[in-house]
């Protein structure tokens, strides 16, 4: 019954990757490009996540600081 995970069947070779392919499921993959790319996704889309929330915080700073100096009184 459990003879193919002693027999090496269902364990991964040194050669293979575990990636989830879909967010539910694990794959095994041979070729490493394949697990290179998805990284590469994954990381490009963090940057453009990290980069909006950015301008937005700086864009709020700069509503606080124009409201701010809006309600300054007047020297003369």
């Known amino acids: 019954m459990f003879a193919g995970l ?3 069947e269902i364990l991964p070779s ?13 794959q095994l993959v041979a070729d490493r490009s394949v697990y290179a790319a998805q990284t590469a996704q994954i990381a ?13 915080i700086v864009s709020v700073l700069s509503v606080v600081f ?5 309600f300054l009184p007047s020297r003369y």
Request: aromatic share 14%; hydrophobic share 55%.
């Open 14 to 26: 040194p050669l293979e990757i575990l990636h989830i392919a879909d967010g539910m499921r694990l």
């Open 6 to 8: 002693w027999c090496g």
């Open 66 to 70: 124009l409201a701010g100096f809006a």
């Open 44 to 56: 490009a889309f963090e940057r453009h996540v990290n980069g909006l929330w950015g301008v937005f």
